[in-house]
């Protein structure tokens, strides 16, 4: 007889399919985007919208506003995570395959890895530790190196550069996160944290002058709508079963998303975005995601627990 305290199995299906297929199709959403509107504004527009539902949200549910330290926390993390993290994901989705752009965002757990040890004390670098941080730099270096004798392309040098930036970023807000005070409250934490950013990524627009250039009646609808599948499925409900799984299933197995979502961006980017699949690509892709799968499944330092999800979780 099932457990009368845990959800139903397809509940647990659905949200499972949500974050690995809608957070692995938000790459190609946002390749389509970034085509007619600027890169910072439209991950402006984004976040603005998002971040604002949640936030109202939270707050007709009786949920109380962050405090002035937390809001102070959640625009300087801002600051890594919305402009230096998805900022630089937007703009270099301009040059890069989003498959591609999936596969280097999945390096992210190796820096949050070297951040932990750095910053946490949780992680110490171990020969198996070691040896996936290896194996996903060898990934990166397929992706990006033009010396290799592989099919296919190597990525535009500038668009590397800026996911690696973009990853770097992430990792140390992540290890930040755990010592700033912010809401108790997830989705609430979140919701100000994706309002800040949007706050922060429209500055940033209007300084680079994509405001000024910026006319909304030559974007496509295919634009548009891949705006609005950035907010509803890619920010809104996949974030709502998120945060639902976080409260009924390990970290560990929510954590999985890090490496699905590589190979859906690919196979989405591939089958419907006209993106090649070249052998390069699939040996990138398949060294990132055993060094993502190695590193996920490596237990701490002090408590044994292992790697966790973020309170706002990497997926663009």
Known sequence: MDNPMRPTRWKTLLAFATIYLVWGSTY???RVGVREVPPFLLAAIRFLVAGSVLYGWMILRGERSPGGRQWISAFSL????FVLDYGLVFWAEQRVPSGVTAVMMATTPGFMSLSEITFLR?????LRLGTALLIGISGVAVLVSPSLSLSGQPIDPAGAVALIIASLSWSVSSALTRKVPLPPSKVMSSGAQMLAGGVLLAVTAVSLGEVRDFHPSTVSPGAWFSLLHLIVPGSIIAFTAYVWLIHHESPTKVGTYAYVNPVIAVL??????GEALALRTILGTAFVVISVLVIATTPAKK??????????????
Do not use: K, N, S
């Open 28 to 30: 190609l959403a946002i």
């Open 78 to 81: 801002a600051i890594l995570i």
């Open 122 to 126: 949780t992680q110490r670098l171990t």
């Open 268 to 273: 989405v980017g591939y089958l419907l975005g």
């Open 303 to 316: 408590t044994g627990a292992r790697l966790v999800v973020e309170d706002t979780p990497e997926a663009p």
